[in-house]
């Protein structure tokens, strides 16, 4: 999380993930209507979503998160990294977390772990292809 080569951070990663011990899910933040439009408030709503993770998810979870797309079309998609093969316990219990759509990711998968790294590696202003859609990167967090 804190290296200046993040993929060179994520291959280190890969050389010792554990599918029985880890896991990882791409999440989608599923938006009211009317969301979404301007780019200050989403940024709003992806930082109300960070301030509200528990403390006691730190030791469990890393994540980044960020805003995608475009100005009226901005989206609030990442990806969390778990202890465990599934969403923590004090996750589920966040309230907005069931506002996004997750998928877990097989790491084993090429094409999921080249997911997990665009997300990493990405910078503001950069493009990022999820689902088939390339979309600009306006703001960017990390959860450690």
């Given amino acids: 999380m804190n290296a200046a080569d993040k993929k060179e951070a994520?291959?280190?990663l890969w050389s010792q993930w554990e599918d029985a011990a880890m896991s990882a899910y791409l999440v989608h933040y599923e938006k009211y209507e009317g969301e979404g439009q301007v780019l200050h408030v989403t940024n709003n709503l992806l930082n109300g979503?960070?301030?509200r993770m528990d403390d006691k998810m730190r030791k469990h979870a890393l994540c980044v998160l960020g805003v995608y797309g475009e100005e009226p079309e901005l989206?609030?998609?990442?990806?969390?990294?778990?202890?465990?093969?599934?969403?923590?316990?004090?996750?589920?219990e966040h309230p907005q977390y069931e506002y996004?759509?997750?998928?877990?990711?097989?790491?084993?998968?090429?094409?999921?772990?080249a997911l997990v790294e665009a997300?990493?590696?990405?910078?503001?202003?950069?493009?990022?292809?999820?689902?088939?859609?390339?979309?600009?990167?306006q703001t960017k967090k990390f959860f450690k």
């Fill in 10 to 12: 994520l291959q280190t």
């Fill in 49 to 51: 979503f960070l301030q």
């Fill in 75 to 92: 989206e609030i998609m990442g990806v969390f990294i778990w202890r465990g093969t599934g969403v923590i316990e004090p996750m589920k």
């Fill in 100 to 113: 996004y759509k997750q998928r877990k990711l097989d790491i084993k998968s090429q094409a999921d772990r």
């Fill in 119 to 137: 997300f990493w590696t990405v910078k503001e202003e950069e493009k990022l292809t999820v689902d088939g859609k390339a979309r600009t990167c």
